[in-house]
């Protein structure tokens, strides 16, 4: 029986589509079968991120008033052969024509044929936010190191925490620049964590081939070199039970001479 | 000129109901003409009748004081009524139906646009729009959309233009998800016997789908 995630954050454009987008990428390239479901109503990008918009036929809503079998709404990912697939949000519904008690259906229609389920929840702690929520064991937090972000999820946790979920939530700080971190400018990785009281799943640093992979409708985890890539891969490693060190993101401490002749 | 004349046609008789004459001219005629005729074919045969009314629609209750003279002979049958008029309105949706529509503007993502008869599309649709209508769709605007022709399930329906960045197609009930393409301006894409959605070139339609260019005459 496959688990169920819900990934949420609170706070719009911390990365919660990408996140989703990667750590699923991530758990079917250590061979797990994994689906990915998009519950934003009316602004769906997780299907363009993976650049699998044009294959939508039916899609959440569809399946959920019945007019589609959820099969028929499913898209494959054949980059993934048999791993990876996604359910898609409708574009043109209204985001109050999905109930919390019609995704906990679907999930639990799919959940005995996946070994994930990650549920990619909209911004805000409205409809489309309790729709996510209702279909999870456990939530995934993204954040990133900026104040209204971190405070946005300290929001969702005495939300999610009041839900009795199987698994308590977990933290991902997202978007980490190093050399703010360093410098001190931005908050601290233990500072976030220990204000949020969440257990730490993983850190991801701010990278632009984040962006320029997503644009090209490919994830950066395919990437085994980047950075970033390595962040989502470490998260997935950990979800799947590994002991992974925290990656080591200290950039190199700025020299004399350095300071002396970059400025 | 008589309220009502007899005419013989190939395929039986016909009465012209003269437009000119009021109802009860027509049926105290009818009803003479009727006697006569009554007279002059012995026998019970059924014999039909078209009932041409020329300029004048018929209303219900009108048709029902006609059918009423007939009443009185049991082998004397309406065959039609036929007016050389018709109404606006049923006139008008039929003419909705075949009409083609110039679509311009922009379809951004989300939005949807419906319609009846065929579209010619100038404007730009976006990913994630959808343009949709029961007849063909004629593309020279820009499309990146989803494209549904035959929406009720016309097979006939066709999609003729550049669908190159489209990011999917549909026609009636067949579907292709636009991947690497060489699609152009003179793609034209339709169901063919098999009942799979394939493509030809402009110059092929009028063999295709001869009735495309005689949507007028049919009306």
Redo the contacts between chains.
């Keep these: 029986m496959g688990i169920s995630l819900v990934v949420t954050s609170g706070k719009g454009g911390v990365g919660k589509t990408t996140t989703t987008a990667n750590i699923g990428t991530a758990l079917a390239l250590q061979g797990k079968k994994v689906c990915l479901m998009d519950l934003d109503i009316g602004l769906r990008n997780l299907d363009v991120v993976l650049g699998l918009s044009n294959r939508i036929i039916y899609d959440i809503v569809d399946v959920a008033s019945g007019r589609a079998k959820v099969h028929q709404a499913l898209i494959k990912d054949k980059r993934f052969d048999d791993r990876l697939y996604v359910l898609p949000a409708a574009q043109n519904a209204e985001k109050d024509s999905l109930e919390p008690d019609q995704v906990k259906a679907i999930v639990d229609e799919l959940r005995p044929e996946f070994d994930f389920l990650i549920l990619d929840s909209p911004a805000g702690i409205e409809q489309g936010f309790r729709n996510a929520a209702a279909g999870a064991d456990g939530a995934l937090v993204v954040t990133t190191p900026e104040i209204s972000a971190v405070s946005d999820a300290d929001r969702i946790v005495g939300l999610l925490e009041q839900r009795d979920m199987i698994y308590p939530p977990r933290l991902i700080i997202n978007r980490i620049r190093q050399h703010m971190m360093a410098d001190g400018r931005s908050m601290d990785i233990d500072e976030i964590t220990q204000h949020l009281g969440i257990d730490l799943l993983g850190i991801v640093v701010d990278d632009d081939g984040v962006i320029a992979s997503s644009n090209q409708g490919e994830t950066i985890v395919m990437d085994p070199d980047d950075l970033a890539s390595q962040g989502y891969r470490n998260i997935a490693r950990r979800l799947l039970g590994e002991s992974v060190p925290l990656m080591n993101i200290e950039q190199k401490k700025v020299g004399f001479w350095h300071r002396l002749f970059h400025h | 000129m008589e309220a009502v004349t007899l005419k013989g046609r190939k395929d039986g008789f016909e009465l012209r109901l003269a437009a000119e004459a009021s109802l009860a001219e027509i049926a105290a005629a009818l009803a003479t003409l009727l006697a006569r005729v009554a007279g002059d074919t012995k026998g019970t045969e059924e014999v039909a009748f078209v009932l041409e009314t020329g300029d004048r629609l018929l209303s219900e209750e009108q048709a029902k004081a006609v059918q009423e003279v007939f009443a009185a002979y049991p082998h004397f049958k309406i065959q039609t009524i036929h007016a050389d008029v018709a109404a606006t309105a049923p006139l008008r949706e039929k003419f909705r139906a075949k009409a083609t529509h110039l679509v311009g503007g922009v379809l951004r993502?989300?939005?949807?646009a419906d319609y009846t008869g065929d579209v010619l599309f100038l404007g730009n649709l976006h990913?994630?729009a959808?343009l949709r209508t029961t007849g063909s769709i004629f593309v020279m605007g820009t499309v990146e959309g989803l494209l549904i022709a035959g929406a009720m399930g016309d097979q006939e329906a066709v999609i003729v233009g550049d669908i190159s960045s489209a990011?999917?197609i549909r026609i009636a009930d067949t579907?292709e998800?636009?991947?690497k393409n060489s699609y152009t301006a003179q793609t034209t894409s339709y169901i063919d016997d098999l009942h799979a959605l394939v493509h030809g070139k402009v110059p092929d339609l009028a063999k295709l789908r001869p009735k495309l260019f005689r949507k007028l005459e049919e009306l």
């Excluded at chain 2, 993502?109 to 949807?112: A, L, V, W």
Aim: charged share 25%.
């Design positions: 993502s989300g939005q949807e990913r994630g959808t990011g999917q579907l998800i636009i991947d």
